[in-house]
């Protein structure tokens, strides 16, 4: 097994009185889009932050590509991110600006140049390439500031809300961009509120809470995809005893006031999860029951909703 | 995806040059800097004009005087060569006649360059690169630039970028004098002008750096600009006044005293410009060594803190 890319250790940060990290623990695999999940003050920044050398952990060590730290001479272009709330220069011209993060990343003036114009032309951003950032648009100013953290060939790239203030055509564009920098086996760590955004996205979550991880996994794990199944009734007839009988091994939960029938087991041989729906649903339709949907597994906004 | 990894590792020198031009590049893009350079130039420009007209006017009294000595015509050149009189008030000036004998040889407008450089220059670099880094931790900008070198060469990068900026401004100001000189002076000497002018302007850069790592010093320690501002000035005000005390009859007596007193003054840059006027003897190398010392020791202060703060 490959070591991760990111590994946080009992890491702390206080600031003053507040205690934003209180011992993070996580791992982020390498090659996997990976989502950070939080409410506000949760600490996902700080821990971003941390991650990219910006803040130094009180207490805890996080490793970065296996090594102690990151330390931006030694590891030069191999990480990058999008950090919230940073300003980009203001006179510079769009292109300018790349070109100098290019540069200072590593890569040779000519290489620079040529990556600058591909992650403007990625982001939609070509036809500004000439315009001085303080020309550009709040979403357009999110846009450059995602293009210059895939410049180069970063192994590992976090992203502190990267749609925030995106139009959804653009939102969407950025999503795309971003599953097919993955193909190339790119790391990334997202932090975002979107959740139905995240869930479409990545593959694998952390919930963080009070500066702790609460929860983390591959999506599908943390979610209950494999395990789980939702199922909505519209009003009519409740058979919800005939599948308790139907799944004597699983263990069902009727929400009477959303309507709602949550099946949860163990998957096994001849009890995968299709399984699982067609004796649900058989029993729910002899019964006389009216189907509104069936959901694989919770959204994750309802498990962040749940566990935080 | 076609994805650019041609990477040149030539290291820390060339990270700094990067940083280094970059600043000087958003500096001449700020209209702020502008604004500012300009003031200081026209400001300079009317006090080389003024200190023109007050040469011109003790060429004429001269003239009277060598007239009737035998010369037929004063200028600039006789003025230097031969006034007894200005030499005299070069000798009061400075209490030192070898200094004044030095200072009387050469060209007088380019004696009020080094005395206007030497004196007001350092508050325009104290006031203006300040914010150099503050501004940027302010605003995180800095963030993305950390993300890509060590704080040490950023840091050192961006101090490059200042000294580029304060030896573009004072080759200006050198300019502008020469210019003024040019047509407000007779018998102006164009050649020992230049010469002298030239001869000044390191001389006015190596005062000029401990000042400028006293404002990266300021930068590297506070979070916004308008603070860095303020520990920049009041700093080195604070800095001017212990020169000044140091220096002072007061608190001297005694060989013990006046060597810890001579110490203290060591850790100020205010007093090390009288050295670098007459650029012979131990007290010019000794004062270009304390520039160079101080210069060191404000930057390494200044990172100590910049390189475990949070950005």
């Not at chain 1, 130094?56 to 090594?67: A, I, K, R, T």
Request: charged share 20%; aromatic share 8%; proline share 4%.
């Amino acid at each position: 097994m490959s070591s991760p890319a990111l590994r946080f250790d009992d890491v702390r940060k206080r600031f003053g009185a507040i205690e934003a990290l209180r011992g993070l623990s996580l791992e982020v695999p390498s090659g996997t889009l990976f989502g950070l999940v939080g409410p506000n003050g949760a600490g996902k920044t700080t821990a971003f932050s941390i991650a990219c050398g910006f803040l130094s952990p009180d207490v805890g060590s996080v490793q970065v590509l296996g090594h102690s730290g990151f330390d931006p001479a030694r590891l030069k272009g191999r990480l990058l991110a999008l950090p919230q709330d940073a300003v980009l220069g203001r006179e510079t011209r769009c292109l300018d600006l790349l070109v100098f993060f290019g540069r200072l990343q590593g890569l040779t003036a000519a290489a620079a140049r040529r990556d600058a114009e591909r992650v403007l032309e990625e982001v939609g951003l070509t036809d500004r390439r000439k315009a001085p950032t303080k020309t550009l648009s709040h979403g357009m100013l999110r846009r450059l500031s995602v293009a210059q953290a895939l410049l180069g060939a970063p192994d590992i790239v976090l992203l502190d809300e990267p749609t925030s203030g995106l139009d959804p055509r653009h939102a969407h564009e950025l999503r795309e961009l971003l599953r097919r920098n993955r193909q190339v086996g790119r790391t990334f760590l997202i932090s975002s509120h979107n959740l139905p955004e995240l869930e479409t996205l990545c593959d694998h979550v952390a919930f963080i809470d009070r500066g702790q991880v609460v929860a983390a996994g591959a999506i599908d794990v943390v979610t209950g995809k494999g395990q789980e199944v939702e199922i909505d009734l519209a009003a009519g007839p409740e058979p919800i005893d005939a599948v308790t009988r139907a799944l004597p091994a699983a263990q069902v939960s009727w929400n009477a006031e959303r309507r709602i029938l949550r099946i949860t087991f163990r998957p096994e041989a001849g009890n995968a999860v299709e399984d699982v729906i067609g004796a649900a649903l058989r029993a729910l339709l002899d019964g006389g029951a009216r189907i509104g949907g069936v959901r694989r597994g919770t959204s994750l906004e309802r498990k962040f909703l749940e566990m935080t | 995806m076609g994805v650019a990894v041609v990477t040149d590792r030539a290291g820390a020198a060339r990270d700094v040059f990067l940083v280094a031009r970059f600043e000087l590049g958003e500096a001449l893009r700020s209209r702020l800097l502008l604004v500012m350079l300009l003031l200081f130039m026209s400001s300079g420009a009317l006090s080389a004009w003024g200190y023109s007209a007050a040469v011109g006017r003790f060429q004429e009294q001269s003239a009277e005087v060598m007239i009737m000595t035998g010369e037929r015509s004063a200028d600039s050149a006789m003025l230097r060569r031969g006034s007894p009189s200005y030499r005299d008030m070069l000798r009061a000036w400075l209490g030192d006649d070898k200094k004044a004998d030095y200072l009387a040889a050469i060209p007088p407008i380019v004696v009020f360059f080094a005395w206007a450089s030497f004196t007001f220059t350092p508050w325009l670099i104290l006031l203006t690169s300040a914010e150099s880094i503050a501004a940027e931790v302010a605003t995180r900008s800095i963030r993305f630039s950390a993300l890509r070198t060590s704080r040490l060469w950023l840091a050192l990068g961006k101090a490059l970028g200042q000294a580029w900026i304060v030896a573009g401004v004072t080759a200006l100001q050198a300019l502008t004098f020469f210019l003024v000189a040019r047509l407000t002076l007779h018998g102006f000497e164009p050649a020992a002008t230049a010469l002298g002018l030239l001869s000044f302007w390191p001389r006015v850069m190596t005062y000029i750096l401990p000042f400028l790592s006293w404002a990266m010093f300021a930068s590297m320690t506070t979070a916004s600009a308008n603070f860095a501002r303020v520990v920049s000035l009041g700093g080195a005000l604070c800095l001017a006044l212990f020169s000044g005390i140091a220096g002072s009859r007061w608190v001297r007596g005694g060989t013990v005293r006046d060597t810890v007193w001579d110490l203290f003054g060591y850790l100020t840059p205010f007093g090390h410009s009288n050295g670098l006027w007459y650029p012979v003897g131990g007290k010019f190398f000794g004062d270009i060594a304390v520039c160079l010392a101080l210069t060191v020791l404000y930057f390494g202060m200044g990172f100590a803190v910049l390189r475990k703060r949070d950005l």
